[in-house]
């Protein structure tokens, strides 16, 4: 199957206005997320974008045009949720990622980490996701993105719509995901559109979505693919507040994302993303929900494995860029005591 696209040709006065007033770089991350509802650009970068609408600059080191070996492993998974096959795919694939890209520029669209077996891949994966949701746990995937991985979930064997959920800071995401699987009329779970940081108090978790406070105490299994590593430590022990009160005991939390070698981890700025990041090693995540307990008044056993990048399908290139401590693939599952 070609997995690559030939990129579009701009008019020729387009690409000229874009050379004198270039596009910005895309950023992603939290940073952007409270920048893009207080930045207003000046008049004449305003009128320009709007008669000279900028294409979303793709010359930074966490986009790939090509899908390149990222459906190797999942292209059945990717056939049957999509109903298209073959160039009908790869032309599906490409719009819908361009348009994530256009949305929000993170490496997980722009270098296509969403086609790879994510969560599936764990080894946690049958014993503590799927065979909780069919014994009919309530299953919420946390910055959901596209929601491949709660479409997974959602086909199997009896596991209802009723108890899935998805939550994601941004509706377009998730609807360019119903547009991807074709699913708009029956969708797989309920989206929530809610920011995933909270505070430890029930107000907060309100304040911040009511539909998620009706969760409290509710939920099951989290999932949390490529999330937690879009977040400082700070922002990712908000995350964890969110968690511990939606939780009730014997809930898990299972997730994965970029780590490092024992003894490396680091709080670093992304080079040239706008964003910072708290890379753990194994040591770090149980600090991590060591903390999120001691603030939560709730006590997890995690289990944390690190991996070499190549067994959740990573190259070099996908996660090397970053710059900071040596790259491996990090994986948990937290699981509540008490
Ligand atoms: C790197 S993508 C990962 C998507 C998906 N989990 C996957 O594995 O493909 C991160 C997602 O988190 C969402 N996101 C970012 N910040 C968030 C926040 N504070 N609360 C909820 N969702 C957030 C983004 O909109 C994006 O869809």
């Known amino acids: 199957m070609s997995t690559t696209k030939p990129e579009p040709q701009q008019p020729a006065l387009h690409r000229l206005v874009h050379k004198i007033n270039p596009p ?5 991350g939290p940073n952007r997320i409270g920048k893009a509802q207080n930045y ?6 305003r009128l320009l974008s709007k008669y000279f609408p900028p294409p979303v600059r793709t010359d930074v080191a966490w986009y790939s045009a090509s899908i390149g070996k990222k459906l190797d492993r999942t292209s059945d998974f990717f056939v049957d949720a999509t109903g298209s096959n073959g160039k009908e795919l790869t032309t599906l694939l490409h719009s819908i990622r361009d348009r994530a890209w256009a949305l929000d520029a993170y490496p997980c669209f722009g270098r296509w980490l969403f086609l790879l ?10 014993d503590v996701v799927l065979k909780r949701a069919r014994e ?17 979930v959602a086909v199997t ?9 998805v939550l994601d800071v941004s509706q377009e995401i998730w609807a360019l995901g119903l547009e991807l699987f074709g699913d708009a009329s029956s969708p797989p779970a ?31 299994v989290v999932l949390m693919g490529l999330f937690l590593d879009l977040f400082h430590f ?45 890379v753990h090693d194994d040591k770090s995540l149980k600090t ?7 603030l939560t008044k709730t006590k997890w056993k995690v289990e944390v494995n690190l991996v070499e990048i190549g067994e959740f399908g990573w190259e070099q290139e996908d996660v090397g860029w970053m710059g900071g401590p040596p790259p491996m693939g990090i994986c948990f599952v937290a699981t509540r005591e008490s």
């Open 190 to 220: 309920k989206f929530i559109q809610a920011d995933a940081r909270t505070d430890r108090y029930a107000e907060s978790l309100r304040a911040n979505s009511e539909q998620l406070f009706q969760l409290s105490g509710k939920v099951d």
């Open 117 to 126: 077996p994510g969560i599936s891949g764990l080894s946690w994966y049958d």
């Open 24 to 28: 910005p770089r895309p950023t992603y």
């Open 288 to 294: 991590l929900w060591f903390d999120i307990g001691e």
């Open 157 to 165: 064997e009896s596991v209802k719509s009723t108890q899935l959920y």
């Open 40 to 45: 207003r650009p000046r008049l004449v970068t």
């Open 234 to 278: 700070p922002g990712q022990v908000e995350v964890g507040k969110t968690v511990a009160m939606l939780s009730k005991v014997g809930t898990h939390a299972v997730g994965y994302s970029r780590g490092t070698t024992t003894g490396n981890a680091v709080e670093e700025e992304v080079k040239d993303a706008g964003t910072r990041s708290m």
């Open 136 to 152: 009919g746990a309530t299953v919420l995937d946390l910055g959901c993105g596209l929601g491949q991985e709660i479409r997974r």
